[in-house]
């Protein structure tokens, strides 16, 4: 810790920050383009000054490029800072088009926040501004507005230091320098989507939010990306009550979370723009019996009738259940306390091959689609807890030695291809647990429509091992519900008496002996924001 | 009369380019006695401190102290840059030490590399420069095959390569981070300092990078002495200085003077007074970016305190007289077109800030001004001066303030009511 | 697409040893792609860009920057006159203003022949000899419009 004086007041900070994250560390805003702590420190917007004293000599300093220091004393608001810090925002402004109500940054720009809070001036600009490139499709999920640009190099240094490859380019000289792409060549990596994020104002925007609602009318949750193994921090950004646009579209982008130990600053284009499925129109919205709509209680009694008639005509082995790992550690949970310790059922498996083969890049993704592998296995429903693997039930299945099959999260597409029939024809009933319509849907004898990450709390656990948990954004489509909130009611059909209120609660029983799991703060993510993101920088 | 040859006395010997018309007047001499003599590197650096030699490039900074900063324990390569990117408007002087006597700066490059352990000089000279480069190389070739430069020099053990490396066109190159960026196959863009080159330069590795004619001075220091050197000068500022006068003078050219002379001694003694007999109206005294001077401000020492103290500075030592003729708003408009021009576009006052004025100024000059321009422009050039990475914010910002601060009725008088 | 003559693409890799890193040589090759093509277009920087190994960014970030990179072809001969302040105090706008009028043309065009372009350029260092300019690689300075004229007639 070191201890300095800003704005008069004497604080401690940690060691090795900036002083523009010492002032932030405790609560002073020092406005800033260029500057953000994941990449290099260009020093160039010039935004950040602020008045430094060390010794007794005061000089006017960039606060992104000073280390604080022992005894410095910082002032952020004396005449000649805010002359300053106003100089560079009235420079900036002067071939900036001012477009903000077609802007979908406004309201999250910085050029903008900042004007309210530094500017408030009379325009002195009495020459023409540049006109440079709009609307230019810097790649292909990113836009690019040139007059907008500010030049602080934010996603040149992106696509340099954290991509590793340069995709962009700030060409020319002086005031009528550009940033844009080579000729030719796109902003295609697959990381691109960060550079919206880091973008301090309008310039580049994401083709996916172009358009769609004002910033202001979106709520926020923390939650986890779902769609590899590595658990990315994110926030999904939602519309509760603006569905005038683009019906069915509730989850409006997602952004990432800081975690400075899984994705620091970013996330991939794979998980950014891959949410289409939360509001898709295959989704499952009620639950069926024999091929038709059904209510709950009645497709569940059915479900507890045939796994009571079977286990007692062919014994607890002749029933399997086959578990993707891409349900929560509380779906887990459930399933193996119905499945595994009151219905006694030998043969659980989640080690189901992914239809999709990811290969791991150098930054996040991991070459594993199951967002939650980990977690199974910590839990007991992992390849190496004994018995046979999914494909050896499969062929179990195929060999009439299995009656009654409970298959949730897959479509089993990588195990049978397309021939659904050499399982369904050897099975007497088939339950599916699903949030997708898939090959198995149709064919099921009882369907159960399952909510998705997005609808729901719980908790993932990433490929290290790290329990993170995701919240709730929307409500479960249709009559959708959590897979362990399914679980949890068949066994009341199946006469147990288990009284778990919520997520938490199914959360605490499953991190019971286990440090990992019981160190987590349910209460600590909670919340709803403004659609504002906190983590921009 | 001030005139003091030092670095250019063999200015008009035409075969002073030639290796042994340039031996025969002394050149290498220092070289080969540090050499044969194995004088002791930091004795070399303690003569320079001593001799008071300051950069010539325009900062003004002492070259010897510059050398003591890199770190002899450095295990990376260290490098010499030559600063030859002459750009300054109204700076003529180094093309005249390239041109005119190589072999006085290649020795004075192979002392400064021998004192700070240095084996790679590289020669950023600006692109423009195709007659210089040619004379340089030729004379770093004819060093070389006379084991003067090059591997073992003189069968010492020492080597040193020199390389030429040129430009293409950058005024901000000429600032010193922005070379090395330059150096490295990059925009010139200035750094970010600290890290200082004389820690972090060329190749992330410890490089001195000092002006051709701070270079050239080198050897006489040698030659006589680091306190003989000083001696003629003034206590800080040792040796002499070669001043470009340009412009509206009788003789304009390169004159070497002693630290200390008057600027007015050297406007009208050495350079003969106003061409035609013509009144003074103003002279910028330091290369474009020092602030103008009336004529009644011009009985001013000649070295870097008292310029700084006369509200100007000393700069390049690029002198631009001009006469009652000519109009300030035309040379202002001059000027500015020049930064917006070369602004490199990396801060954002100097970028944006250059150009507005630049805009201006052309307002102005096409009878569009209004009265609230010229304070308009005065807080642009305060909003500008010393907030940005490199001094090229306030080599705009300076001048700005002191054209409009003391012409400010020859603006106004072109303005409409 | 273009490509380097064998001589010219050995003198780049020559210079690309030069340097204690390759892409220092960016300058001149550059300056090497100019002579070769006459000009930097897209192509000029992408077969620098693969020669040299770098992105074509990084070359076209450098390509831009440096004023003596052309993008557009220039005439046979290339008039590079000072506009700055000394020049102009001894009269390098009548020297613009004559070349504008023998040819035709204004700053940053060439003739219809191709034989000649004129370019406005900053302080050349030679300020106590102008106005001055630059025809190609040779320094002509104390110009006059009759002294810009002999310098033409000797253009062939």
């Given at each position: 810790?070191?201890?300095?004086?800003?704005?008069?007041?004497v604080?401690?900070?940690?060691?090795?920050?900036?002083?523009?994250?010492?002032?932030?560390?405790?609560?002073?805003?020092?406005?800033?383009?260029?500057?953000?702590?994941?990449?290099?420190?260009?020093?160039?917007?010039?935004?950040?000054?602020?008045?430094?004293?060390?010794?007794?000599?005061?000089?006017?300093?960039?606060?992104?490029?000073n280390?604080?220091?022992?005894?410095?004393?910082?002032?952020?608001?004396?005449?000649?800072?805010?002359?300053?810090?106003?100089?560079?925002?009235?420079?900036?402004?002067?071939?900036?088009?001012?477009?903000?109500?077609?802007?979908?940054?406004?309201?999250?720009?910085?050029?903008?926040?900042?004007?309210?809070?530094?500017?408030?001036?009379?325009?002195?600009?009495?020459?023409?501004?540049?006109?440079?490139?709009?609307?230019?499709?810097?790649?292909?999920?990113?836009?690019?507005?040139?007059?907008?640009?500010?030049?602080?190099?934010?996603?040149?240094?992106?696509?340099?230091?954290?991509?590793?490859?340069?995709?962009?380019?700030?060409?020319?000289?002086?005031?009528?320098?550009?940033?844009?792409?080579?000729?030719?060549?796109?902003?295609?990596?697959?990381?691109?989507?960060?550079?919206?994020?880091?973008?301090?104002?309008?310039?580049?925007?994401?083709?996916?939010?172009?358009?769609?609602?004002?910033?202001?009318?979106?709520?926020?949750?923390?939650?986890?990306?779902?769609?590899?193994?590595?658990?990315?921090?994110i926030?999904?950004?939602?519309?509760?009550?603006?569905?005038?646009?683009?019906?069915?579209?509730?989850?409006?982008?997602?952004?990432?979370?800081?975690?400075?130990?899984?994705?620091?600053?970013?996330?991939?284009?794979?998980?950014?723009?891959?949410?289409?499925?939360?509001?898709?129109?295959?989704?499952?919205?009620?639950?069926?019996?024999?091929?038709?709509?059904?209510?709950?209680?009645?497709?569940?009694?059915?479900?507890?009738?045939?796994?009571?008639?079977?286990?007692?005509?062919h014994?607890?082995?002749?029933?399997?259940?086959?578990?993707?790992?891409?349900?929560?550690?509380?779906?887990?949970?459930?399933?193996?306390?119905?499945?595994?310790?009151?219905l006694?059922?030998?043969?659980?498996?989640?080690?189901?091959?992914?239809s999709?083969?990811?290969?791991?890049?150098?930054?996040?993704?991991?070459?594993?689609?199951?967002?939650?592998?980990?977690?199974?296995?910590?839990?007991?429903?992992?390849?190496?807890?004994?018995?046979?693997?999914?494909?050896?039930?499969?062929n179990?299945?195929?060999?009439?030695?299995?009656?009654?099959?409970?298959?949730?999260?897959?479509?089993?597409?990588?195990?049978?291809?397309?021939?659904?029939?050499?399982?369904?024809?050897?099975?007497?009933?088939?339950?599916?647990?699903?949030?997708?319509?898939?090959?198995?849907?149709?064919?099921?004898?009882?369907?159960?429509?399952?909510?998705?990450?997005?609808?729901?709390?719980?908790?993932?656990?990433?490929?290290?091992?790290?329990?993170?948990?995701?919240?709730?954004?929307?409500?479960?489509?249709?009559?959708?519900?959590?897979?362990?909130?399914?679980?949890?009611?068949?066994?009341?059909?199946?006469?147990?008496?288990?009284?778990?209120?919520?997520?938490?609660?199914?959360?605490?029983?499953?991190?019971?002996?286990?440090?990992?799991?019981?160190?987590?703060?349910?209460?600590?993510?909670?919340?709803?924001?403004?659609?504002?993101?906190?983590?921009?920088? | 009369?001030?005139e003091?040859?030092?670095?250019s006395?063999?200015?008009?010997?035409?075969?002073?380019?030639?290796?042994?018309?340039?031996?025969?007047r002394?050149?290498?001499?220092?070289?080969?006695?540090?050499?044969?003599?194995?004088?002791?590197?930091?004795?070399?650096?303690?003569?320079?401190?001593?001799?008071?030699?300051?950069?010539?490039?325009?900062?003004?900074?002492?070259?010897?102290?510059?050398w003591?900063?890199?770190?002899?324990?450095?295990?990376?390569p260290?490098?010499?840059?030559?600063?030859?990117?002459?750009?300054?408007?109204?700076?003529?002087?180094?093309?005249?030490?390239?041109?005119?006597?190589?072999?006085?700066?290649?020795?004075?490059?192979?002392?400064?590399?021998?004192?700070?352990?240095?084996?790679?000089?590289?020669?950023?000279?600006?692109?423009e420069?195709?007659?210089?480069?040619?004379?340089?190389?030729?004379?770093?070739?004819?060093?070389?095959?006379?084991?003067?430069?090059?591997?073992?020099?003189?069968?010492?053990g020492?080597?040193?390569n020199?390389?030429?490396?040129?430009?293409?066109?950058?005024?901000?190159?000429?600032?010193?981070?922005?070379?090395?960026?330059?150096?490295?196959?990059?925009?010139?863009?200035?750094?970010?300092?600290?890290?200082?080159?004389?820690?972090?330069?060329?190749?992330?590795?410890?490089?001195v990078?000092?002006?051709?004619?701070?270079?050239?001075?080198?050897?006489?220091?040698?030659?006589?002495?680091?306190?003989?050197?000083?001696?003629?000068?003034?206590?800080?500022d040792?040796?002499?200085?070669?001043?470009?006068?340009?412009?509206?003078?009788?003789?304009?050219?390169?004159?070497e003077l002693?630290?200390?002379?008057?600027?007015?001694?050297?406007?009208?003694?050495?350079?003969?007074?106003?061409?035609?007999?013509?009144?003074?109206?103003?002279?910028?005294?330091?290369?474009?970016?020092?602030?103008?001077?009336?004529?009644?401000?011009?009985?001013?020492?000649?070295?870097?305190?008292?310029?700084a103290?006369?509200?100007?500075?000393?700069?390049?030592?690029?002198?631009?007289?001009?006469?009652?003729?000519?109009?300030?708003?035309?040379?202002?408009?001059?000027?500015?077109?020049?930064?917006?021009?070369?602004?490199?576009?990396?801060?954002?006052?100097?970028?944006?800030?250059?150009?507005?004025?630049?805009?201006?100024?052309?307002?102005?000059?096409?009878?569009?001004?209004k009265?609230?321009?010229?304070?308009?422009?005065?807080?642009?050039?305060?909003?500008?001066?010393?907030?940005?990475?490199?001094?090229?914010?306030?080599?705009?910002?300076?001048?700005t303030?002191?054209?409009?601060?003391?012409?400010?009725?020859?603006?106004?008088?072109m303005?409409?009511? | 697409?273009?490509?380097?003559?064998?001589?010219?693409?050995?003198?780049?890799l020559?210079?690309?040893?030069?340097?204690p890193?390759?892409?220092?040589?960016?300058?001149?090759?550059?300056?090497?792609?100019?002579?070769?093509?006459?000009?930097?277009?897209?192509?000029?920087?992408?077969?620098?860009?693969?020669?040299?190994?770098?992105?074509?960014?990084?070359?076209?970030?450098?390509?831009?920057?440096?004023?003596?990179?052309?993008?557009?072809?220039?005439g046979?001969?290339?008039?590079?006159?000072c506009?700055?302040?000394?020049?102009?105090?001894?009269?390098?706008?009548?020297?613009?203003?004559?070349?504008?009028?023998?040819?035709?043309?204004?700053?940053?065009?060439?003739?219809?022949?191709?034989?000649?372009?004129?370019?406005?350029?900053?302080?050349?260092?030679?300020?106590?000899?102008?106005?001055?300019?630059?025809?190609?690689?040779?320094?002509?300075t104390?110009?006059?419009?009759?002294?810009?004229?002999?310098?033409?007639?000797?253009?062939?």
């Amino acid at each position: 810790m070191l201890e300095l004086t800003i704005n008069d007041r004497v604080v401690q900070v940690p060691d090795g920050l900036n002083v523009l994250q010492a002032a932030k560390h405790v609560g002073v805003e020092i406005p800033h383009f260029c500057y953000h702590p994941g990449l290099s420190v260009a020093g160039s917007c010039r935004m950040c000054q602020v008045e430094i004293e060390q010794g007794g000599r005061k000089r006017i300093d960039l606060s992104c490029s000073n280390a604080a220091v022992d005894g410095m004393i910082v002032r952020t608001n004396t005449p000649a800072v805010v002359k300053a810090v106003k100089g560079v925002l009235e420079f900036l402004l002067m071939n900036h088009p001012i477009d903000c109500p077609i802007c979908d940054d406004a309201g999250e720009c910085k050029l903008q926040n900042y004007y309210m809070l530094h500017g408030l001036y009379d325009s002195r600009l009495n020459v023409e501004k540049w006109h440079k490139p709009k609307v230019h499709p810097v790649g292909p999920t990113v836009v690019l507005d040139c007059e907008r640009c500010v030049l602080c190099s934010r996603c040149v240094r992106f696509c340099d230091e954290i991509w590793g490859e340069r995709q962009l380019g700030i060409f020319g000289h002086g005031s009528n320098e550009k940033l844009i792409n080579y000729p030719g060549r796109e902003l295609d990596n697959p990381y691109s989507g960060n550079v919206v994020d880091l973008c301090p104002v309008g310039a580049l925007l994401d083709k996916d939010f172009r358009f769609q609602r004002r910033v202001w009318y979106l709520k926020s949750v923390k939650s986890i990306c779902p769609l590899c193994s590595r658990g990315c921090n994110i926030y999904l950004h939602y519309d509760v009550d603006h569905d005038y646009q683009r019906p069915g579209r509730r989850i409006q982008r997602i952004k990432p979370r800081v975690n400075p130990d899984v994705n620091r600053w970013w996330i991939c284009d794979r998980g950014r723009y891959g949410y289409s499925f939360i509001d898709a129109a295959t989704r499952t919205k009620t639950p069926r019996l024999l091929g038709k709509d059904a209510d709950w209680n009645y497709a569940l009694q059915k479900a507890a009738e045939l796994i009571t008639t079977t286990q007692k005509q062919h014994g607890p082995g002749s029933i399997s259940a086959l578990i993707a790992p891409t349900a929560s550690n509380e779906d887990a949970f459930m399933a193996l306390r119905l499945f595994r310790e009151r219905l006694n059922i030998p043969q659980i498996s989640s080690d189901i091959p992914s239809s999709e083969k990811l290969t791991a890049d150098q930054l996040l993704l991991t070459d594993d689609p199951y967002s939650n592998r980990r977690g199974f296995q910590d839990l007991g429903l992992g390849p190496a807890d004994g018995g046979m693997n999914a494909e050896e039930i499969i062929n179990a299945v195929k060999a009439g030695q299995i009656k009654g099959l409970i298959v949730v999260g897959t479509d089993l597409e990588s195990l049978v291809g397309k021939q659904v029939e050499s399982i369904t024809g050897k099975l007497d009933w088939l339950i599916v647990g699903a949030s997708q319509e898939n090959q198995l849907w149709n064919r099921a004898t009882v369907g159960l429509p399952l909510a998705v990450y997005a609808e729901y709390p719980g908790t993932f656990t990433n490929v290290k091992g790290m329990v993170q948990k995701f919240e709730k954004a929307v409500e479960p489509l249709g009559q959708a519900l959590p897979q362990w909130q399914v679980w949890h009611k068949l066994a009341g059909h199946l006469g147990a008496d288990w009284r778990f209120d919520d997520a938490r609660a199914v959360f605490k029983a499953l991190s019971a002996g286990k440090p990992d799991y019981e160190s987590l703060n349910w209460h600590a993510t909670f919340g709803v924001d403004k659609g504002c993101y906190p983590d921009n920088w | 009369m001030p005139e003091y040859k030092l670095v250019s006395k063999n200015f008009d010997y035409p075969d002073q380019p030639e290796l042994q018309a340039a031996v025969s007047r002394g050149a290498y001499e220092q070289w080969k006695r540090v050499l044969s003599e194995q004088i002791p590197p930091d004795k070399i650096t303690e003569e320079v401190k001593t001799a008071k030699l300051r950069g010539q490039g325009g900062a003004g900074f002492p070259a010897g102290v510059k050398w003591g900063f890199v770190p002899k324990a450095s295990r990376k390569p260290k490098y010499l840059c030559v600063n030859a990117d002459e750009g300054e408007p109204g700076t003529f002087k180094d093309r005249k030490l390239l041109e005119r006597d190589p072999h006085q700066m290649l020795e004075g490059i192979a002392i400064a590399c021998y004192a700070v352990d240095i084996h790679t000089a590289f020669i950023y000279m600006r692109g423009e420069f195709y007659e210089p480069q040619r004379i340089v190389q030729q004379a770093i070739d004819d060093a070389v095959a006379a084991g003067l430069l090059g591997k073992n020099i003189l069968d010492s053990g020492f080597d040193l390569n020199v390389i030429i490396h040129m430009g293409a066109g950058a005024y901000i190159c000429g600032e010193e981070t922005a070379l090395l960026n330059s150096l490295e196959g990059w925009k010139g863009w200035p750094r970010l300092k600290p890290p200082f080159p004389a820690v972090v330069g060329a190749f992330r590795s410890p490089t001195v990078i000092n002006n051709v004619e701070t270079l050239s001075g080198v050897p006489h220091i040698l030659r006589m002495g680091g306190e003989a050197f000083q001696k003629i000068g003034t206590e800080k500022d040792g040796g002499t200085k070669l001043f470009a006068v340009s412009g509206h003078v009788e003789k304009p050219g390169v004159y070497e003077l002693t630290m200390g002379s008057s600027l007015k001694e050297l406007i009208y003694d050495v350079c003969g007074g106003i061409k035609g007999g013509k009144k003074l109206k103003a002279v910028i005294p330091g290369g474009s970016s020092a602030p103008v001077l009336k004529p009644e401000e011009i009985d001013v020492p000649l070295e870097f305190e008292s310029m700084a103290a006369a509200g100007t500075m000393l700069g390049s030592g690029a002198v631009i007289v001009m006469d009652e003729t000519v109009s300030i708003p035309q040379i202002f408009m001059i000027m500015a077109r020049f930064y917006a021009h070369e602004s490199c576009g990396q801060c954002t006052q100097c970028r944006e800030g250059c150009t507005w004025i630049y805009k201006i100024s052309q307002k102005i000059l096409a009878g569009q001004g209004k009265p609230s321009d010229i304070d308009l422009m005065l807080d642009l050039a305060d909003n500008m001066n010393g907030k940005t990475v490199c001094p090229l914010g306030a080599a705009m910002a300076m001048p700005t303030i002191a054209f409009l601060n003391k012409f400010r009725g020859e603006f106004e008088g072109m303005m409409k009511n | 697409m273009r490509s380097f003559s064998e001589s010219t693409r050995q003198q780049a890799l020559a210079y690309l040893e030069l340097y204690p890193k390759k892409e220092a040589a960016l300058l001149p090759v550059l300056h090497l792609a100019q002579k070769e093509f006459g000009f930097i277009d897209d192509d000029a920087e992408v077969a620098v860009a693969e020669l040299m190994g770098i992105s074509p960014i990084s070359v076209r970030e450098v390509s831009n920057f440096y004023f003596m990179y052309h993008h557009h072809p220039i005439g046979k001969y290339h008039f590079q006159v000072c506009h700055n302040i000394s020049c102009s105090i001894m009269g390098a706008e009548t020297i613009l203003g004559h070349l504008k009028k023998r040819w035709g043309i204004g700053n940053g065009e060439r003739t219809a022949d191709g034989r000649f372009s004129i370019e406005r350029v900053e302080c050349l260092a030679c300020c106590d000899r102008g106005p001055a300019l630059l025809v190609n690689q040779t320094l002509h300075t104390d110009l006059t419009p009759e002294k810009i004229d002999e310098i033409i007639e000797t253009l062939r």
